[in-house]
């Protein structure tokens, strides 16, 4: 699996710490969406996960200037951060699973076909249902499309454990969206 | 010794990595292959359905981040006027505060009259001999 752009990040890095513009640009369209993306997923809520996006970011500005090239992975990183700023998020909120923000799941209906957004609504929730741990796991490496290896050492569990995981999740995941992906 | 995969295995880990062998851990795709090779029907079904959970989960909503969103973390980034090295910042911190401490010392010096008198020092032989006493006072009164 890729982790999205990672030549020359390491450069882009240092480059942005020395405020240079371009390079800064560059760094906010490759990494903002996926980190946005994380944190929406994490938290189940967008204007948090904006807050998040926008705290992972100012850390990185801050640490870009002495951003050291070869010593770890800017995009692993990145995901360590945003994903530490959810867990304080998700503990001052006192539980770790959040209800969607759009309402009841009415499900796919019997007379009405899924369109993309029921369908990415249904994903949503489900995500949103599984343990802590197991949608961690998920997202990072079937939406961020980390590798194995990033995904556990992000975690801090082994790929074996992270393995284990992944399929209890996934098997939640295909129990509960069963009827759509048996449609496909 | 070479791990033999059985295909319990193989559909665990069809489940928890997705459909793609490539993306699997490495040291797991070489059994995995072999056991493609020796009982295919099965193996195919479990990528099959491990493919369209993949494909299910693709269909989540992405969020697009906002312009609002991305101009403000912009501009909060590093400027270059940042750049300068922080030798810099605290020898001009010492500079301000060496003045200020000047300038402080001087005021009290003015408010408080600590220079001292003819009176005081008058009966010192070192300080009269040096005859610095009259210079500083002559100037001072005149």
């Not at chain 1, 752009?5 to 890095?13: I, K």
């Not at chain 1, 189940?44 to 090239?69: I, M, N």
């Not at chain 1, 990183?77 to 799941?105: F, I, T």
Request: charged fraction near 25%; glycine fraction near 10%; hydrophobic fraction near 45%.
């Amino acid at each position: 699996m890729t982790s999205g752009g990672t030549e020359g990040e390491d450069d882009l890095v240092v480059r942005a710490g020395l405020g240079e513009a371009s390079a800064i640009a560059t760094l906010v369209t490759r990494k903002l969406p996926r980190i946005l993306g994380l944190a929406r997923r994490m938290l189940g809520d967008p204007a948090e996960a904006e807050d998040v996006a926008q705290e992972t970011f100012l850390r990185a500005w801050k640490a870009a200037p002495s951003w050291r090239p070869g010593r770890a992975k800017f995009d692993t990183w990145l995901h360590r951060v945003a994903l530490n700023l959810c867990y304080d998020r998700l503990r001052r909120r006192g539980r770790w699973v959040q209800d969607p923000p759009d309402g009841p799941d009415e499900g796919p209906g019997p007379d009405r076909g899924l369109h993309a957004q029921d369908v990415g609504r249904r994903v949503d929730r489900a995500l949103a249902d599984l343990p802590p741990r197991q949608r961690e796991a998920v997202v990072l490496v079937h939406f961020q499309e980390l590798s194995g290896a990033e995904a556990s050492n992000i975690l801090g569990i082994s790929v074996e454990a992270l393995e284990s995981l992944l399929a209890r999740g996934r098997r939640t995941l295909r129990a509960s969206l069963a009827d759509i992906w048996r449609a496909d | 010794m070479v791990a033999v995969m059985d295909i319990e295995d193989f559909e665990t880990l069809a489940l928890a990595w997705g459909a793609d062998v490539a993306l699997w851990p490495a040291a797991r795709q070489g059994p995995a292959r072999d056991l493609i090779g020796a009982r295919a029907a099965e193996a195919e079904t479990a990528l099959n359905d491990a493919g369209r959970l993949d494909r299910t989960l693709r269909a989540a909503i992405l969020p697009h981040p906002s312009l609002d969103l991305r101009a403000r973390i912009i501009a909060a980034s590093p400027r270059p006027l940042e750049r300068f090295p922080s030798w810099r910042g605290w020898f001009g911190a010492a500079l301000a505060a060496s003045c200020a401490a000047g300038v402080l010392a001087g005021f009290l010096v003015i408010s408080l009259g600590v220079f001292p008198s003819h009176g005081t020092l008058s009966g010192d032989p070192a300080v009269e001999a040096a005859g610095l006493l009259h210079a500083s006072s002559d100037a001072t009164e005149g």
